[in-house]
């Protein structure tokens, strides 16, 4: 288990063969390209976008200006993968557990395998399933949090008669995100130090209390990427939520109504085809909008993160 | 012993795919024996060459039918028509990307379209003649009833969130002897911007006696509300939820109750022949150019059998075209598509209405003048 130790100073040259300078150009040409895919991308976002932020009212219709009419976008785009979360981060961790420590290995395998399956689906058909199948099933569901828990805003209802709601495409897009926050939360956990385990359950904890006590700190990191790119992932979805999604342009904290924002990605996708060029270039503004927003989001997230690291490391 | 079985099956099975074929082959013979009475398209036999087309998407699927039986006929010619939308496919069109373009409105100089064409195609006026006519069913899911007789007035205050239960007096007061039920009412309307939701909404304005406050527009009007992506998303949509209603082409329309609008004194339901009549009493526009069929759809008309809620989808191209390549596939092309053959093709494949024999006639006459300059 040899670790490749810092170069240790020495008074000869150190050896450089062609392989490395290839191999570290190679590297380097492959972090620039990616830099300036992502330059590009936001190059082209506001020079196509920049008239969007100004084009005819009519354009905005039913809004009046810009930020009307990306407003409700960004909030719809901001809910969906909030809920989504709420929903797939227990989840996963839980799987991740499951699979990591407490399935025997003859379990344990089938099962991270058949959910690294689910990543592999495309979300055109997470979009279908959702609208005609998860839509009408998860009516009941809905009519009942409106009866019983109709004084949350979230529940206020009416309830949708098609099931077509942010509740819904939440659930979509939470199914969508659990393969990849699963699988690295798996891969952390299963990397906690044998000797904090075994150190934890000599001191008598139970199953659960050696999880929480060496392998969650140990984890917490690992976790927290995983659940950002989960929320990268939500926050972009487009088709699955096009297709289940009963979209107005509005703001609401209502799940479960007919009434629901559109996200911003899906709002691009079902008007795209059809858009004139002015259109087409608030369209585009509103993805730079959307480039914004992921870009917030996860500093923000950092930098939460960031700081409970810094008050648990005190 | 597997192996032989499949063989045993494969033989037969070639065998009937060729009778097939060529039984395929010899109706397409025939078809094209048929259009060649007409001198536009046995000039089209020796046609080759490319064509780029585009514009609305509502012609997408008539336009695949129409590229189809074209290019069967003229092997060597390829067309492209790029459904991106009506907006787009009129500005293409003036900027000379497209020969022609398909747009679900006409063209007009609100934003100097009209004259705009005319300049791209050397100061001629530009030709628009109705292609693709197509009925939009009002669609709703109510157990156990079929249809329902609604007039534009009711039509426009369940649309507008006014009338809300099922039972309610207007709606019973116009179907005597149905048990309606008193379910809630959930419209729904396309979260895209589409030209069904502009000449419904166009509908439930002009027909409405002042019930729809909203100006015509293909993006619908009322924030709120059960809203779906797509003619399929709204058809799903409704399907999906007891109580719906909504509004969708009429050959996607299967499985699904239809309202019969009141025409007159009388209750038409959606159909084909009722869409292509009603468009062939509606008034030309004023002060267009012979070779300009430009519509105001008649939503109000009170003729027997028509049936007012429909989409009329345009052809734009130029009398004439620089290139003589280029005039003779345009107008071989669009003689084809305004043909009965061409008419026949898209009712069987997309479901859309085949032009009144008067008015295929007209458009016949217009685009068969194109030449080169």
Request: charged share 15%; proline share 5%; glycine share 10%.
């Amino acid at each position: 288990m040899s670790v490749t130790a810092p170069p240790q100073p020495r008074p000869a040259k150190a050896v450089v063969r062609p392989g490395d300078r290839i191999f570290a150009g190679a590297a380097r040409v492959a972090a620039l390209t990616i830099m300036l895919a992502l330059a590009g991308v936001f190059v082209f976002l506001a020079i196509e976008g920049l008239p969007g932020l100004s084009a005819p009212a009519h354009i905005y219709a039913p809004a009046e200006d810009f930020w009307s009419y990306v407003g409700p976008l960004v909030f719809g785009t901001i809910l969906a993968a909030v809920v989504a979360l709420i929903i797939a981060v227990p989840f996963s961790i839980g799987v991740a557990l499951f699979i990591s420590h407490y399935a025997p290995p003859r379990i344990a395998a089938p099962v991270a395998y058949v959910i690294d399956l689910l990543a592999a689906v495309p979300s055109v058909v997470y979009g279908l399933w959702g609208g005609l199948a998860l839509a009408s099933a998860i009516r009941p569901v809905m009519d009942w949090l409106y009866e019983n828990l109709g004084f949350l805003p979230f529940f206020a209802g009416p309830p949708s008669v098609t099931g077509r709601t942010m509740l819904t495409a939440g659930i979509v897009l939470a199914i969508m995100i659990v393969p990849i926050t699963t699988a690295i939360s798996r891969e952390v956990f299963a990397q906690t130090p044998r000797l904090h385990e075994e150190a934890a359950m000599a001191l008598g904890a139970t199953r659960w209390e050696m999880i929480r006590l060496a392998v969650f700190p140990y984890a917490r990191s690992g976790v927290i990427s995983a659940v950002m790119l989960g929320l990268g992932r939500a926050l972009g979805e487009t088709m699955a939520v096009a297709m289940v999604l009963s979209a107005s342009p509005v703001v609401t904290l209502n799940l479960i109504s007919d009434t629901n924002p559109a996200t911003i990605a899906s709002n691009i996708a079902s008007n795209y085809k059809e858009a004139t060029p002015d259109k087409q270039a608030l369209l585009i503004a509103t993805g730079l909008v959307l480039f914004a927003v992921t870009f917030a989001v996860n500093f923000a997230a950092r930098w939460v993160i960031g700081r409970s690291e810094r008050n648990v490391a005190r | 012993m597997i192996r032989t079985s499949i063989r045993r099956a494969v033989v037969p099975g070639i065998a009937a795919l060729a009778l097939a074929l060529t039984g395929c082959g010899a109706a397409n013979d025939d078809s094209g024996d048929n259009g060649g009475s007409t001198d536009s398209a046995s000039a089209g036999a020796s046609l080759s060459g490319e064509l780029a087309g585009g514009g609305a998407s509502s012609q997408e699927s008539a336009q695949t039918a129409w590229r189809a039986g074209f290019q069967s006929a003229n092997p060597d010619v390829t067309i492209t028509y790029d459904a991106v939308g009506s907006g787009t496919g009129r500005e293409n069109f003036i900027s000379k990307a497209f020969s022609f373009a398909g747009s679900d409105s006409y063209l007009d100089d609100d934003e100097g379209q009209l004259s705009a064409a005319a300049e791209r195609c050397g100061g001629e006026d530009a030709i628009e003649v109705p292609a693709y006519v197509s009925a939009i069913a009002i669609v709703f899911n109510l157990p156990g009833i079929d249809s329902l007789n609604l007039d534009a007035k009711t039509l426009a205050q369940i649309f507008d969130g006014k009338i809300t239960t099922w039972d309610d007096p207007a709606i019973a007061a116009l179907n005597d002897g149905v048990d309606l039920p008193g379910t809630k009412i959930s419209p729904v309307h396309r979260s895209d911007d589409s030209g069904t939701t502009d000449n419904f909404t166009d509908y439930l304005s002009k027909a409405g006696d002042g019930a729809w406050s909203h100006d015509p527009d293909g993006v619908w009007p009322i924030k709120g509300g059960e809203a779906a992506e797509g003619t399929s998303g709204m058809v799903a949509a409704v399907k999906g939820g007891e109580g719906t209603i909504g509004y969708a082409d009429e050959s996607q329309a299967g499985g699904l109750g239809l309202v019969s609008v009141q025409v007159g004194k009388e209750f038409v339901a959606p159909s084909a022949e009722g869409a292509a009549k009603a468009l062939a009493v509606s008034t030309p526009v004023e002060g267009r150019a012979d070779v300009d069929m430009a519509m105001d759809i008649d939503r109000t008309t009170t003729e027997s059998g028509a049936y007012p809620v429909l989409l009329a989808s345009y052809l734009i191209a130029c009398q004439t075209y620089d290139d003589a390549a280029e005039a003779d596939l345009v107008k071989g092309f669009l003689s084809y598509i305004v043909s009965d053959e061409g008419q026949q093709a898209a009712a069987e494949q997309a479901g859309a209405a085949p032009l009144e024999a008067s008015l295929a006639e007209r458009a016949a006459g217009i685009v068969g003048a194109i030449s080169a300059k």
